[in-house]
């Protein structure tokens, strides 16, 4: 019997070798985006058949399977199908009842998927929501609550969702914006926090609420992204877990063993407003803060109740430190800089994707940073104090130019 996964190629390789080789095996397939030589090199001993797909979220379910079949692929063999990425929750869904598969279904996941279904479900067991309503059906543009976000019913990575301040800026900007299958949210103030983690056997086994230093979309938008993991002494701690907890074992229909990610607004009466929740983990190096901060690989440990049937950790975690993740995003225009990369004792993981003398594009999506920093620290404080020196060195060390003359090499790479 074989396993098929349904991956992007960001996320099947950040998966470490030694944990894809224990619950991959040669019989499993994997579809995933188009892969470098050394990639499916590196990927061929864990799966019998890799399907690469360009324009890969592109392709429904049917086409899909269609591409096992065309492979030589048996369907009959296939008895689970995991899905790692947001764009695939859906498709795996369709998949399993295609196949007859045990696992969640299409009435299920699309709750995780479509923002209004979401709050919709969520306002009935009482969660407080940022209510949306179809931005298709909005008859009188001139009368909404301003300021208003404005996003895709399904979105991922942040793409394509703004932030309307004014009648007179949906004015300037509405020529831009295709409101079909978008939606409309209030803006809603306060404090951006995020939990990740992973349920298994349908309880709580992993919990990792973390603050957001700055947000997704001012992120996309230009400005600098900072995220850290809550110490257990923080005031907003057990709220955040056991509001949380009540989401996932008692609100949505939560599989039985599943990676999540929820997003939620803090006022300062620290009430707890839902934005948004899915039953995958984010993405930009989340794990490694999850794991800096727990000391537990969730990825390992969903696979390993996915394969095992059981708990890899069979206590909830505690904290032992903070982990961090800052992200600096490029700007339109051409890079200048030759200064040294930044450094710090702290600092787990540093990645750059700056050149001097190259253009850039602004962001599109949350995923798209140009410096890429994972961090520890032994508190919070300490935390947003890596994060600023890293934004005062940045500010100094790039200079953006619209123009194309010659400039110094950079020493970042």
Known sequence: MSSLILSSKKFILSIQPHIRETYFYGDSILITEPLSAKNRSELAAQFSQIIELDQYFSHTAPELLQRITGGGGLLSAIERVI?????????????????????????????????????????????????????????????LPYPIVIKP?????????????????????????????????????????????????GKLSVCSPAKYVGNCMDFVGGQCLGSYTLSESNPLYRPLTEFSRYLLEHVFPTPEHSLFHIECFVGKDHQITLCEIACRLGGNDLVTEVELAYGVNVVEAYLHAIFRSEALCPKPQSPVQVGGRFQLPPQSGQLKCSHTPFRHENIVKYHSRAVSGKNYNAMAMSNDALIHVVAKADGEM?????????????????????NTEEVTPCMLN
């Not at 369709?94 to 306002?123: C, N, S, V, W």
């Not at 800026?169 to 939990?195: N, Q």
């Open 83 to 143: 899905a790692f990425s947001e764009g695939d929750i859906l498709r795996a869904a369709e998949i399993r009842e295609t196949l007859g598969i045990p696992g969640q279904r299409y009435d299920q996941a699309i709750l995780f998927r479509d923002k209004i279904l979401m709050k919709q479900h969520a306002a009935r067991y009482g969660v407080i929501t940022a209510m949306p309503q179809d931005a298709n059906q909005v008859g009188n543009w001139k009368a």
């Open 153 to 201: 019913t399904a979105g991922r990575g942040s793409q394509h969702t703004l932030k309307v301040l004014s009648y007179a800026h949906w004015l300037e900007m509405r020529s831009e914006i295709d409101p079909t299958d978008m939606i409309i949210e209030p803006f809603i103030e306060g404090e951006v926090f995020h939990v990740d983690g992973l349920i298994v056997n």
């Open 382 to 402: 300490n935390m947003e104090k890596l994060f600023f020196d890293i934004e005062q060195w940045a500010a100094k060390a790039f200079i953006w130019s619209k």
